[in-house]
């Protein structure tokens, strides 16, 4: 799928996305006032889609703005934009912002929200990634008090994703105080003595539908699985680390801060959860799960 033949859905309309324009007042343009959501699609199939839109709702209902539809209208357009794309393994990226208004802090009453959505290929995990793992640093979370919402006002995230970069890492894991709290853009887990563990829900997380699903396999498949809080020295003594999203599905990470993560490569713990994950993928694609 090429960008000049994509499809996007903007305001009611589907159209080409070179033909998809948003006036320069929109308050998601001046404030990053909107919300958004990114949602995996296997074969055409769409992953967790109740979750997913439950996970808008929140969000939406956190920023006080209305859900603009209702839950059939969203899987119309969301059919509808895969129908229009190339099928297979894509994601769809939506975006919901309080519409446009003259420039004020405060929220405008009575505006007409702005929505747009794509399709994008979903590229698998690369080789590399699965056989010896990825890099990642920590630093401090320098994020607002409210990353529980999935806000399009990811400045933060995006400077910490750019300094671990600038670090040669592939990933920024976060600390609050002395415990982890997520990834610049992902979910964390740790393996500690055959034990995943994972940081619980709150306003210092974002409530991964990734993460929930990781947890759901583990815990179906007998394989202990935790939420508490992970100190910062638990994940320097840790026996594996890896990270969860949409997009980067679960991550092993064998080098945390330029030392080796447990035997420096994808340990048993992580390649049995990723296994059992491209199976639940595989009966996506074959329309038997949800």
Known sequence: MSENSQIVYLNGQFMPMEKAYVPVLDRGFIFGDGVYEVIPIYGGN???????LNRLDYSLEGIRLANPMSREQWKDIFHELI???ANG???IYLQITRGVAPRDHGFPENLTPTIFAMCSPLKPLASHFTTTGANAITTEDIRWQFCNIKSTSLLANTMLRQFALDKKADE????KGTNI???S???VFVVINN???TPPKGTCILPGITRDLVIELANTNNIKCTERNISVDEIK?????WVTSSLREILPVTTLDNLPVGSGTPGPIWKKTYALYQDYKQKIRAGSAV
Do not use: F
Request: with cysteine; proline share 0%; hydrophobic share 40%.
């Open 46 to 52: 769409i992953l967790r889609l109740e979750e997913h």
């Open 83 to 85: 129908r229009k794309n």
């Open 89 to 91: 393994d894509l994601s």
């Open 172 to 175: 920024a894991i976060l600390i």
């Open 181 to 183: 709290t997520e990834g």
């Open 185 to 187: 853009a992902s979910s």
């Open 195 to 197: 034990e995943i563990i």
């Open 237 to 241: 003594s840790c026996d594996e680390i």
